[in-house]
């Protein structure tokens, strides 16, 4: 296979993993957060991935993370690990997973239109615009008419503010300079996330509630899977970001959702139903619509 099919293979395994592994993370986390505070659980999370990541490849002969290098993989943390993916962790307390998933569709509309509003940002075309519209469509209609559950202000504002939170730091991502060791570059944010998720989780007090003793063993088994396989879609996503375009990296919003509901129905008890399935089609729809139109751009 030619070093061009090579590439193009990879960016495939990474949508496959991005798609189908970061779906399942949602209802992980759900279970995760019943008997661990979701700020240190968080913190956890990305403290043990980042460093796993960074010490991954200097052990393979990375060179060690720049000093200078530093501040923008803290930025890119707090934007994405931190406000995104912290703020999605802390509304599960009151959103159920689904929903959660449902809500962060609002992804690719804040990335298109931060990316286009950026010095030197391109207008995304028309066709962009109607896949965006069909997507939020399904969406709203899933989440208003199929009665699949009330959903708290407090956790629906809080997933709002993470979704912009976290498009923000995938354009910024895109542009920041980076270490040369991709894995290396990776692992940064992840650990400096982490560590802040912690002092956010002692500011808060919750830190001191954390009793180990307590954790079950199905919370400690979903820990276990973000770490793993959850690090690694995380992983995936970032090089998206480079291989592909933010707007395309941007789909699994619309995609994650089917697979959270799904999970979340099979193994959580949550409800799903006809009418769910029917606008997950909608949705899925808007996903084509978007890849489409940017294959045809020429969109890299």
Known sequence: MTPKGN????????????????????????????TIPPFFMAGVRFCIGGTLFIGWAVARGAPPPERSLWPPAALVGVLMIVGGIGGVTW?????????????????????????????GGAYPGAAVFVGLVIGLTGMALLVNPAGAGEVAPIGAVAIVGATLSWACGSIYSRYARQAESQVVAIGMPMLAGGLTLMVVSGATGELATVDLGAISSRSALAVAYLIGPGSLAYAAYLFLLRASTP??????????????????????GEQISGWTILCSAVIITGVVVIVTANARSGSH
């Open 91 to 119: 509304s599960e307390q009151f959103v159920p997973s689904g929903l959660t998933a449902l809500l962060i569709a609002m992804v690719p509309l804040w990335v298109v239109l931060i990316d286009w509003i950026r010095p």
């Open 7 to 34: 590439r193009t293979l990879l960016v495939l395994l990474a949508f496959a993993t991005v798609y189908v592994v970061w779906g399942s993370t949602y209802l992980a986390i759900r279970f995760g957060i019943e």
């Open 247 to 268: 707007t395309k990296a941007a789909t699994y919003a619309y995609v994650n959702p089917i697979i959270a509901l799904v999970l979340g129905a099979a193994i959580g």
